[in-house]
């Protein structure tokens, strides 16, 4: 069956630190990958879009990167802060059809 | 201001007594889609349209309803509502070129049937 695995575990860091999130899928063949950012009781966030012929992808202390062999994406949040904590999703796209979220993982900066 | 707004934010309800949660957006966007989140199981998705009377069910579609006659609206119906229907519902929306791009999500409805 099609799966997206992100660590349930919370990842918990010092500040200052890079974290780095997993995102694993099975069974899907994405075009596309995208990150949000959800904050407790509040709707996700988009961060950043990847597509498949794309290795890797920047913004600001962001870096998203995307192995369609290894079928993984990594996310990465350079110079952490405490209010880069919360929980991260990570979503696919297979072709045309609707896209689809993994469970999240919520990262604890501490200060 | 480009958002997506849902209402009611809360909601307490019986089991049976149907409701609308609807769903309005300002930015023109061709797709649509309701998602409900509960705890240990991320988002799922309901239903999705990509565009004016074009709906398609998602993920976990049993005992909700969908319409698409406007552009900017998208109402999720529950025709008999239960209690394993309690949980903090989403809806979102985006252009749609060859894929779906950036979403911008709803602020969240907070059901809760009794």
């Known amino acids: 069956s099609q799966k997206i695995e992100q660590n349930s575990e919370a990842l918990n860091i010092q500040e200052g630190k890079t974290a780095t999130l997993t995102c694993n899928y099975t069974n899907y063949s994405p075009a596309y990958l995208q990150w949000y950012r959800q904050d407790p009781g509040r709707g996700p966030v988009f961060l950043l879009l990847i597509r498949e012929n794309e290795k890797e992808k920047r913004k600001e202390r962001l870096k998203v990167t995307f192995d369609t062999t290894l079928k993984q994406s990594l996310f990465h949040i350079t110079a952490s802060q405490p209010a880069d904590s919360a929980t991260y999703l990570c979503a696919i796209q297979p072709g045309r059809r609707a896209l689809t979220f993994g469970s999240g993982t919520r990262l604890q900066v501490q200060p | 201001e480009a958002q997506v707004t849902q209402n009611p934010r809360y909601l307490i309800t019986v089991t049976g007594k149907k409701l609308t949660v609807t769903c309005s957006q300002n930015?023109?966007?061709?797709?649509m889609s309701w998602y409900r989140q509960d705890p240990g199981l991320g988002l799922r998705q309901i239903y999705y349209s990509m565009n004016v009377e074009v709906t398609d069910k998602g993920d976990v579609p049993e005992g909700y309803k969908v319409s698409r006659k406007e552009k900017r609206n998208f109402p999720l119906i529950l025709e008999s509502p239960s209690p394993n229907q309690t949980s903090l519902y989403f809806c979102?929306?985006?252009?749609?070129?060859?894929?779906?791009?950036?979403?911008?999500f709803g602020p969240g409805t907070r059901l809760t049937v009794l």
């Open positions: 979102a929306s985006s252009f749609y070129r060859e894929h779906a791009n950036e979403q911008f």
């Open positions: 930015m023109n966007h061709e797709y």
